[in-house]
């Protein structure tokens, strides 16, 4: 018996399944995370109800607001020097012509592709081999490198999309080349830079590896603090603390695909 094509069952396209166990498994451990940082037991394994107790507690910690605070003074000094460094970095590979410029811009984009762990031996050694004392700032300078890098890029493909005829339009009206860049290209370069500095101000924060290589004593980061203590077993408190991060950097990441998405409308 033959049946009509509109009476059969859909079938389930393997991409679909695909997908759904790919989601499963990237923020299942994420919602088990933020469902255990309520519970009123101090062990993360067993449940005893429900309460906010363990993220009252996070505002009183002083080792996690010194953390918190040495975290925020890292990143907020590395994107601030990465964001003008970087964006002077991207204009003069796209604008100027120089010997060695593919070699230059490979090496500038090396930190991207290169493990985090030999980023940190060797700003290390660096450091050793200079005697520079290890402190707040060193984490700073080697945060820049990565920080540069990813400001760099997001910078680069913003600037694919401009005119550059602009520029040439407001020298030949009597503009000098700094006033043209400050007054034409980089309010055109603006969005892409605040979002490279987003994205790089959350890598930074989240950053352990390279920060634990290069910090002093009393340097101690956000998320060097939170390893120090899930050493002794995973509690509730830091449970809450590693939702707040997630919940910020999502956040902050968003806003950044957000300013990017918006200038791209209007552009087009």
Known sequence: MNLDSSQKKPRVAWQAVFSVVMFVMMYLPILVLAFYSFNSSPYSATWQGFTLDWYNKLFSDERILSALKNSLIVACSAVSIAAVLGTLMAVGIARY????????RGISYLPLIIPDIA?????LVFLAAFAIPLSLWT?????????????????????????????????????????????VLLPQLMPGIIAGCLLAFVLSLDDFLIASFTAGSG????????????????????????????????????????????REDKDS
């Open 139 to 183: 984490i700073v300078a080697a945060h820049v490198v990565f920080c540069l890098a990813y400001v760099a890029l997001v910078v680069s493909s913003r600037l694919t999309n401009i005119d550059p005829h602009l520029e040439e339009a407001a020298l030949d009206l009597g503009a000098t080349p700094m006033q043209a860049f400050i007054q």
């Open 97 to 104: 012509q120089f010997p060695g410029k593919a070699l230059y």
């Open 219 to 262: 340097s101690n980061t956000l998320p060097m603090e939170i390893f120090s203590r899930i050493r002794t077993g995973v509690k509730p408190d830091i449970n809450a603390l590693s939702v707040i991060l997630i919940l910020v950097s999502a956040i902050v990441a968003f806003i950044a695909e957000l300013i990017r998405a918006d």
């Open 119 to 123: 980023i940190a031996v060797a700003t």
